[in-house]
């Protein structure tokens, strides 16, 4: 039950991140931001996405740099500090 209740809270957790930086990016952002931000796996995201309606909200492809804002992966190791 423990283990349950753990992989909950983390499920919680990179969802309420990638919400924040769909957010803060405006939805100029990718999957693989999303992973690099959450430390989750692309997979992982993408099915949060899914699971939450958010499939429409970010970016599919990216084009050029994507590499997300300093201030956001500071911001990204607030939320890091809680696993």
């Not at 209740?5 to 999303?34: N, S």
């Not at 309606?53 to 607030?78: C, F, M, N």
């Amino acid at each position: 039950m423990c283990e349950a209740r753990q992989e909950r809270f983390r499920v919680m957790r990179i969802a309420y991140q990638i919400h924040w930086l769909i957010a803060q990016t405006a939805g100029e952002c990718t999957l693989l931001d999303m992973a690099e931000f959450t430390d989750a796996s692309v997979d992982c995201c993408r099915a949060i996405c899914r699971w939450r309606g958010w499939a429409t909200k970010y970016r599919k492809a990216s084009v050029g740099s994507t590499e997300v804002p300093q201030d956001h992966l500071a911001i990204g190791e607030v939320y890091r500090e809680f696993r």
